[in-house]
């Protein structure tokens, strides 16, 4: 006879993590009305996005799905594992799918990502150019997006390269952030027409 698992978070006491935070397999389960990130042990609400952003969100999405090379594979709103106590949910990865079974692997082990794309929103502006950068830096994610309307009303693509001394982000040497249309190498060769994603 099995021991049922001890300490899980319940629809009722979601919100009062332990001293040492909710991991992962205690919160795994729960069924929430919202949709949620886990931060440093604690269930973090994530913010209602807007029309521009899911358009943006899906077709940046698509323009890297018709240009992933192998191995890779995109995918949007798919949460990724960082560590036992922190598991976000990016707008967009790239990862590679080698060694995973997907149709039994309930999130992205962060190890395999090779991009992570953020539009930045109303409610996500600080996670999105500081938190979020630090925590996929730290886990060696060799290439970050932030993707926000600039003064204009243009997309501007702030492309991030991975400094692997420091563990920390540096803007792309060549092409930091694009206007009107993205165009870079890794993690793989990619055109994006930043001025067609706003035309709906």
């Given amino acids: 006879m099995t021991t049922p698992p001890q300490g899980r978070a319940t629809e009722d006491t979601w ?3 332990p001293t040492e935070g909710w991991s992962f397999d205690q919160v795994k389960h729960l069924e929430l009305p919202f949709d949620w990130e886990l931060v440093d042990g604690v269930i973090a609400t994530r913010g209602q996005t807007n029309v521009w952003h899911n358009e943006v969100r899906d077709g940046i999405a698509g323009a890297l799905k018709a240009a992933r ?5 995109v995918l949007n709103e798919q949460c990724v594992i960082v560590d036992d106590r922190n598991v976000a949910k990016p707008d967009v990865i790239v990862y590679d799918p080698g060694n995973l079974n997907l149709l039994t692997t ?4 962060v190890s395999k990502l090779a991009l992570v794309v953020e539009v930045v929103s109303p409610g996500s502006r600080r996670a999105d150019r500081v938190s979020k950068p630090a925590l ?4 060696k994610v060799p290439c970050y997006w932030r ?3 600039d003064r204009d ?7 991030y390269w ?8 540096i803007p792309a040497p060549m092409h930091p952030v694009h206007h009107d249309k993205l165009v870079t190498e890794v993690p793989f060769p990619v055109e994006i ?3 067609a994603l706003l035309e709906f």
């Fill in 193 to 195: 027409d930043l001025n």
């Fill in 153 to 159: 009303g243009k997309l501007a693509v702030h492309e």
């Fill in 15 to 17: 919100m009062f993590p």
């Fill in 69 to 73: 090379t192998q191995p890779y594979r």
């Fill in 106 to 109: 309930p999130c992205i082990p």
């Fill in 162 to 169: 991975l400094n692997a001394d420091t563990h920390s982000y």
């Fill in 147 to 149: 993707v926000e309307l």
């Fill in 136 to 139: 996929f830096a730290g886990a």
